[in-house]
Every structure is written in structure tokens, then in C-alpha cells.
């Protein structure tokens, strides 16, 4: 079954931190380059993170230095460490294999919401 579930969102106050969680199926996650992406309400997805099979990462500027993204191979997850978040970083955070387009398969995501 091919398949990708995230989890972890909620709502944080600024400065705050989370991590979020996505289990893949082994189809997707085997050999892929994995990534965290996200959509702010009015906005297109856009890539915040990713991930080599090796460890390799890659981060977009506006999260670098706060983010972490980590892969676990055994088990098919992949989690994005968010240290110090702020108003703009309130999206919608989906996982997937990296370049994923809008006809891949895709989770439901997982809300982060950022507010005092």
C-alpha cells in the first residue's frame, strides 16, 4: 500500500519548537531522496527540507538553522525538528520523496500553526 502519514503539528507560540513525524510505505521511501514541504493558506507548496538516503541534507533559507531534517531507513520515517518558529512558518507540512509532483500520492498532512 502506498502511503504517507504525517504527524506532529499543532499550535506553538512563537520562539517555540516541534517535531513532526512521516511514515512512509517502502515504495516511496526505498532509495528516495525524502523532503518536507509545506503550504501556507493562500500560497503554493513550496520545499522546506530534504534528505539523502546517506544523511545528506538541504534546507530552503528561510528555515535554515532552526530546521532539522532526520531519516530513519529501518523504519521508514523521516521528522523535521522545528526550533524557534515563527508566525510565517504556519502552513501545512507534508512529506514525501523529493521533486514529488501533484500527480504522486500524497498525505494529509499536518497543520502547524504559530501564534501568540
Known amino acids: 500500500q502506498v502511503r504517507l502519514v504525517e504527524s506532529g503539528g499543532g499550535l506553538v507560540q512563537p520562539g517555540g519548537s516541534l517535531r513532526l513525524s512521516c511514515a512512509a510505505s517502502?515504495?516511496?521511501?526505498?532509495?528516495?531522496?525524502m523532503a518536507w514541504y509545506r503550504q501556507a493558506p493562500g500560497k503554493q507548496r513550496e520545499l522546506v527540507a530534504r534528505?539523502?538516503?546517506?544523511?545528506?541534507?538541504s534546507y530552503a533559507d528561510s528555515v535554515k538553522d532552526r530546521f532539522t531534517i532526520s531519516r530513519d531507513n529501518a523504519k521508514y520515517t523521516v521528522d523535521l525538528q522545528m526550533n524557534n518558529l515563527q508566525p510565517e512558518d504556519t502552513a501545512i507540512y507534508y512529506c514525501?520523496?523529493?521533486?514529488?509532483?501533484?500527480?504522486?500520492?500524497w498525505g494529509q498532512g499536518t497543520q502547524v500553526t504559530v501564534s501568540s
Open positions: 517502502r515504495s516511496i521511501f526505498t532509495g528516495a531522496i
Open positions: 514525501n520523496k523529493y521533486l514529488a509532483t501533484v500527480y504522486d500520492i
Open positions: 534528505i539523502t538516503r546517506p544523511g545528506y541534507t
